[in-house]
């Protein structure tokens, strides 16, 4: 078993930048890839970022450059750093891992508004 609970979310203007943190209740590094999700109203889960074990990082075309996921293993925890932001990120953000079974959190809003 393995919970996941994000937090960090919020309401930013556009142009603001917010840090999502992901708090694992074990050894991160015990799963191959973490990764961040984000789900906006009337669409479909989207991937955002990875993160492997050894550090490899992966982003969807339409973050890159502005978003950037981290992680402090030592203190099981993830982040996903957003920069930039644009009302089209509007989302409910998700951390994933998989450990024998699929994991996710329960998710945190990010609504980008002036």
């Known amino acids: 078993q393995v919970q996941l609970v994000e937090s960090g979310g919020g309401l930013v203007q556009p142009g603001g930048s917010l840090r999502l943190s992901c708090a694992a209740s074990r050894n991160i590094l015990s799963f191959n890839v973490m990764r961040w999700y984000r789900q906006a109203p009337g669409k479909e889960r989207e991937l955002v970022a990875t993160?492997?074990?050894?550090?490899?990082?992966n982003y969807a075309d339409s973050m890159k450059g502005r978003f950037a996921i981290s992680r402090d293993s030592a203190k099981n925890m993830v982040y996903l750093q957003m920069n930039s932001l644009k009302p089209e990120d509007t989302a409910v953000y998700y951390c994933?891992?998989?450990?024998?079974?699929?994991?996710w959190g329960q998710g945190t809003q990010v609504t980008v508004s002036s």
């Open positions: 994933n891992c998989f450990y024998f079974g699929d994991y």
């Open positions: 993160i492997n074990s050894i550090g490899s990082t």
